[in-house]
Every structure is written in C-alpha cells, then in structure tokens.
C-alpha cells in the first residue's frame, strides 16, 4: 500500500535551517506530482511547494517563495524541502503528499507528518 | 490568491442527521474544489475532488456538489466517526489555497 513518511523536522532557531525529507513507497514515485502541506499548530492547511514527476515544474507559496526548495530523487524514491532563513510563522506541521493523478492537485495520499518548531 | 470561505464554522449535529457543509470562494474555481477530512493527530484524508467524485474507499453517504463559486458537501445520515474538521481546496490556480474548515462535532 502507498506509505509516505516524513522526516527531519525538530527545534531551530530563527534564520537556522532544516532538510525534511519524505520516503515514498508502495507505488511507482516517478510517475506522481508531490507537494509539501504545512498547518500551523490549531491552524489550518496551506500548500507550500508542489513538484512535477520529473522535477521539471516547481511551485512554492509566496509566503516561502527564496527560503524554501523542494526537490525529488526519483531514483530513491524520496522528496525533499530545504527550508532556510526560517521564521516563528513556520513553525508547522510538515506533511507530503502524493497527487491523486498526473497534475491533479489534489492530495490523495498524505504522510503522518513531522513537526518544526522555529523558536529562540 | 483565491480565497475560499467555509460555514458555518462549527456544526453540532447528531448521528444519523443529515449534514450540510458550504465553502464559497472568492472567484470562480470552475469545477476545481475538493474536500478532506481531518481528525485529531491525523493527516488529511481526501474525501471528493473536481466537485463531486469520490476518492478511493469514499462512502457513498458522502457528496459533493455546486460551480464556480458556491460548492457544497453532504453526508446524508452521519456516523460517530463522521464527526471531524471538513476542508474545501480549490487547484484551479497556483496557490492552490484551503478553507480555514468547519468543525463538525456531536
């Protein structure tokens, strides 16, 4: 079955930086659309990056737009978000998510998410 | 940014009611808007897309309707494990953008 599971979050510090990393398995990776989703503790959900199959076509939220990239290793099954520069307001829940189907947009399939907490 | 805004806020209802979600945005999304569920310490789950198809596994109890600007989510007789947060989302342009969610609780 499609698992996704994320990692890397913790504790940084403002301006510090993190890598989380999401683990696809149970499907064919390559031929699925992937996004990051963050929510904000007893917040809502906001759409932070999404990445086509090949890499080839990027979308971030304004809102991250210079401090963030997302990445994929289609070869490793594995997707990406470098977060620098971080700030109190991206203190967030950090979930991936699989595309329900070619660019659909949609979040079929999401990992348990892993917690980051930007504070001094 | 596309706007969606969700109501009411919170739904008190019983099992076995029927239950009415609206999510209007603030321009046309076409057909483009689908609803999750959330549970505490879960993830989102998706329940309807592009309006009115179910997702894998979807009970039929739920669904989905509307255009353009005005969509609506039913659950026609609902279940104890019903009662949950309910999340519209458009992807009819970049950002694709979220409703802050109703709360639909017992």
């Known amino acids: 079955q499609v698992q996704l599971v994320e990692s890397g979050g913790g504790l940084v510090k403002p301006g510090g930086s993190l890598r989380l990393s999401c683990a696809a398995s149970?499907?064919?990776?390559?031929?699925?659309?992937m996004s990051w989703i963050r929510q904000a503790p007893r917040k809502g959900l906001e759409w932070v990056s999404y990445?086509?199959?090949?890499?080839?076509?990027?979308y971030y939220a304004d809102s991250v737009k210079g401090r963030f990239t997302i990445s994929r290793d289609n070869a490793k099954n594995s997707l990406y978000l470098q977060m620098n520069s971080l700030r109190a307001e991206d203190t967030a829940v950090y979930y991936c998510?699989?595309?329900?189907?070619?660019?659909?947009?949609?979040?079929?399939?999401w990992g348990q998410g892993t917690l980051v907490t930007v504070s001094s | 940014e596309i706007v969606l805004t969700q109501s009411p806020a919170t739904l008190s209802l019983s099992p076995g009611e029927r239950a009415t979600l609206s999510c209007r945005a603030s321009?046309?999304?076409?057909?483009?808007l689908a609803w999750y569920q959330q549970k505490p310490g879960q993830a989102p789950r998706l329940l309807i897309y592009d309006t009115s198809n179910r997702a894998t596994d979807i009970p039929a109890r739920f669904s989905g309707s509307g255009s353009g600007t005005d969509f609506t989510l039913t659950i026609s007789s609902l279940e104890p494990e019903d009662f949950a947060v309910y999340y519209c989302?458009?992807?009819?342009?970049?950002?694709?953008?979220f409703g802050q969610g109703t709360k639909l609780e017992i």
């Open positions: 998510a699989r595309d329900l189907h070619g660019s659909s947009g949609y979040g079929d399939n």
């Open positions: 321009q046309s999304v076409r057909s483009y």
């Open positions: 989302q458009q992807r009819s342009n970049w950002p694709y953008t």
């Open positions: 149970g499907f064919t990776f390559s031929d699925y659309y």
């Open positions: 990445i086509s199959h090949t890499g080839g076509t990027i």
